[in-house]
């Protein structure tokens, strides 16, 4: 699998550099490594599914997202990564479902999603502010992209 972020991690530990590779957006197979690796929200994943709430990367799961109590919040430690998770869940369900969003990886490994317009959506920064202050919600985060 070629993902860019791991670059410096690999050469951190010895591994000779690589080649430059095309960018996510231009090599499918790439993509849908780059897809599938940011998907993965395991913490999310797993404090939704232990109140109940099985995520099927659907628009309506944001919503219901939105809808749980805030649990995460009493765990300092926790709170910032279930806010990244949520925001690259946020991310994969817009990716899965608006027509032209594709994940952008910038230099130095930030995720982003990128609309067909052209416009950047920072989901992880959207999902921390929502773990922290519930809002945005996720939902309205998803909404203004798909009406774009």
């Avoid at 991690?9 to 010895?14: Q, S």
């Avoid at 709170?79 to 130095?108: E, F, M």
């Avoid at 995720?111 to 052209?118: C, K, N, T």
Wanted: with cysteine; charged share 25%; hydrophobic share 45%.
């Amino acid at each position: 699998m070629k993902i860019p972020f791991l670059d410096n991690w690999l050469r951190r530990h010895g591994e000779p550099p690589r080649a430059a590779d095309p960018a996510p957006e231009k090599d499918p197979e790439r993509a849908a490594a780059v897809a599938e690796l940011l998907s993965e929200c395991e913490l999310l994943r797993a404090r939704a599914q232990a109140l109940g709430l099985d995520l099927d990367d659907t628009p309506a799961s944001l919503a219901a997202l939105d809808q749980l109590p805030p649990r995460w919040r009493e765990d300092p430690e926790e709170l910032p990564w279930v806010g990244n998770d949520a925001g690259l869940y946020l991310g994969t369900v817009i990716v899965r479902t608006v027509r032209g969003a594709s994940w952008h990886i910038w230099p130095g490994g930030h995720p982003v999603v990128r609309l067909a317009s052209g416009r950047e959506i920072g989901v992880v920064e959207a999902g921390l502010d929502w773990a922290v202050n519930g809002a945005p919600q996720l939902s309205q985060v998803y909404a203004e992209a798909a009406e774009i």
